[in-house]
Structures are given as C-alpha cells and as structure tokens.
C-alpha cells in the first residue's frame, strides 16, 4: 500500500467511495466524474502502480480482474448492450491515479473513436 494513494486509502477504508464490489483481491467503486451513466473502477488491492508494472505471474490476477469487470457488466444489465473496458498506462496514456485500475463504461452508445485511432 501507498500512504499518498486515493486507491489504496479507498482500500483501507481511509477515503470514503461508492464501493459496488469487493474480494480478497479486489475492489470496484463509482467514478467521481463518470464519463458514462455507468463508470466503475475496478482496482487489484495490491498497490501496482501501472500497467507496465506487471509481471508474467500477476497474468492470473489480470484474467480474474477482467472476470470481475464481466461479472459486474452483468450486474449492472450491461452485458446485452455492450460496455467498454478501459486501462490508461502512464501520464501520456491518461493515466491520472497511478495505481492500476480498470475502468468499467457503459449505459449509453460509446463514441467508437479511440478504437479507431481518432483520439477522443
């Protein structure tokens, strides 16, 4: 854990958030500033700071972390309609709390852009 994390104090019960899941590995909260009706952060509770971070054994974590986002796309009546699954990786990749975490979008038509390389 990081004292000067968001993500690690949401984690520890130290920062209040809209907790939507929780394990023993993970936790998934409401965006403060959605970008969708529905826009959760899905966070491993071990303090990883990006997604360059990672290394060949975290690869089970990742697979249960993207169980958990399908699991919850469910749960909030996503999975019929479609739903975005987003990981920014560093300052110029968006990134804005650097603790990994995977966003979760959905609710609403998303603009297909940044899958066509048109930024936005």
């Known amino acids: 854990m ?3 994390c968001i993500f690690c104090r949401i984690i520890n019960k130290e920062s209040e958030a809209e907790i939507v899941y929780e394990d023993d590995e993970f936790i998934a909260f409401k965006d403060l500033f959605p970008a969708a009706p529905v826009h ?13 971070d990672l290394e060949a054994e975290d690869a089970p974590m990742m697979g249960r ?8 796309a469910r749960s909030f009546n996503l999975d019929r309609s ?3 699954l987003v990981i920014n990786c560093g300052k110029e990749g968006g990134q804005v709390v650097f603790h990994l975490h995977l966003h979760l979008l959905g609710g609403k038509a998303l603009s ?3 899958a066509e390389g048109r930024g936005g």
Do not use: E, F
Request: proline content about 7%; cysteine-free.
């Open 40 to 52: 959760l952060l899905i966070v491993p509770r071990r303090h990883i700071s990006t997604l360059a």
């Open 82 to 84: 479609g739903y975005r």
């Open 112 to 114: 297909p852009a940044i």
């Open 2 to 4: 990081s004292a000067d």
């Open 65 to 72: 972390l993207i169980g958990v986002a399908n699991d919850l």
